[in-house]
């Protein structure tokens, strides 16, 4: 599919689906099938940062996963945070998280989010979340065969439910 876009974009002068054109490494690898899946994009500024997007933004405040209006409690909770001496960076007002690094979303889905959120989501987007931390969790360790299988499922589940709860 990309090889279509790429030759389209090539035909046209202009970007297909972002595809500008053919890239030399297509001689040497099939992509995006022959490229690894890299968390830091693909969770922290990927997942997890459009799911804060949906629970903060005010474009969504008539929806039932919208917490925006607890946004400053809970960012007030966050900054108050104490964190060992070994965290890069302290916790950042969620008024900035357009603008958070890696380490910041990775500190805040695996150690801030969850008991911060608990009081603000409903159950069901509450577990959902949880879904999402837990397999990272797992996968961030040293997992073993069953560990990785298991943490598979909790995010295969965690993708299906994304469309009933969010609409995507």
């Known amino acids: 599919m ?6 389209a974009a090539e035909a046209s002068g202009k970007p297909v ?3 500008k054109g053919r890239s030399a490494l297509c001689e040497l690898i099939c992509i995006p099938d022959d490229v690894p899946v890299d968390y830091m ?3 922290l500024e990927g997942v997890f940062k459009r799911l804060l997007m949906l629970w903060f933004s005010t474009e969504n405040h008539d929806k039932v996963f919208y917490i925006g209006q607890n946004k400053k409690e809970i960012d007030s909770m966050l900054i108050r945070i104490r964190v060992p001496h070994d965290f890069v960076r302290k916790p950042q007002s969620l008024e900035d998280v357009k603008f958070f690094k890696a380490t910041e979303y990775h500190n805040l889905l695996l150690y801030f989010m969850t008991p911060l959120l608990r009081p603000f989501l409903s159950s069901d987007y509450f577990h959902h979340f949880t879904l999402l931390v837990t397999a990272i969790t797992i996968l961030l360790s040293e997992p073993t065969h069953h560990h990785i299988r298991f943490a598979g499922i909790l995010l295969q589940y965690f993708v299906q439910e994304m469309e009933p709860l969010y609409g995507y």
């Open 2 to 7: 990309v090889n279509k876009h790429a030759l």
């Open 17 to 19: 689906y972002g595809v």
């Open 41 to 43: 994009h693909t969770v």
